[in-house]
């Protein structure tokens, strides 16, 4: 009995799942009940993973008394943020949008993903954002030297590679470029122990280090043309 219950509680999660794969409905109502900005406030959205959400839960101040939107959903990759872009940021009217995204897709969360199918869809959420005229931050991918959760994958080269790509094309367009990677990163191209508990996700000293560095970029997207 104890299986057939366990069976159809996991059929109907994956069912729940496969009805909501880019959990469009997670942040609906908030999206809906969110007030309008008072004159001469910029809203900043920032969209991500579970390193964005955390970030939430483990430095709240951050976020407290600010036009700071927090749009990150644990274990999501780019194209379930691609496809929930328009009503989690555009439709949100922000000035800035900063992206954190593509440590999942080299986990493959939901697929295999090249880094160039990483880099595509990071590069549609910017496109979106710009022809909306809202200013783009491209965040660099945290180090990470092995996955708690699917170990044995080799990370730490892909991260490398797909920073350099994101950088590059922020160059190219003009958008803004916050580089966490080379404050976070060890000797092994892993995440400093100080800085995270599990390889992979800031813990409080981590958020404090980025803390600065979005900061500047965000003033930074703020001054811009």
């Not at 406030?41 to 951050?62: C, D, Q, Y």
């Not at 094309?169 to 060890?186: H, K, L, T, W």
Request: one cysteine or more; proline letters at 6%; hydrophobic letters at 40%.
């Amino acid at each position: 009995m104890k299986t057939l219950s366990f069976l159809i509680g996991f059929l109907l999660l994956n069912f729940s799942f496969s009805q909501d794969w880019a959990n469009l409905n997670r942040f609906k109502e908030e999206n809906a009940h969110l007030k309008p900005t008072k004159p001469g406030e910029h809203r900043i959205v920032f969209m991500g993973n579970s390193i964005t959400e955390g970030w939430l839960w483990a430095k709240p101040e951050f976020f407290a008394n600010k036009p700071y939107i927090n749009r990150g959903i644990g274990g999501q990759t780019t194209p379930q943020m691609l496809l929930r872009f328009r009503q989690d940021v555009i439709n949100l009217s922000p000035t800035v949008v900063v992206i954190l995204a593509g440590i999942n897709d080299i986990a493959g969360n939901t697929g295999p993903s090249t880094i160039e199918m990483i880099a595509n869809n990071i590069k549609s959420m910017a496109e979106l954002a710009q022809i909306n005229n809202v200013r783009v931050i491209l965040c660099s991918v945290l180090p990470a030297y092995d996955f708690p959760w699917r170990p044995g994958l080799e990370p730490s080269k892909k991260v490398i590679k797909l920073n350099e790509t994101i950088k590059a094309y922020a160059e190219e367009q003009g958008f803004v470029f916050v580089d966490y990677f080379s404050s976070m990163v060890n000797q092994n191209n892993g995440l400093k122990e100080e800085l995270g508990n599990d390889g992979v996700h800031p813990n409080i000293a981590g958020y404090t280090l980025m803390e600065p560095l979005i900061e500047q970029g965000i003033l930074k997207a703020l001054n811009s043309q």
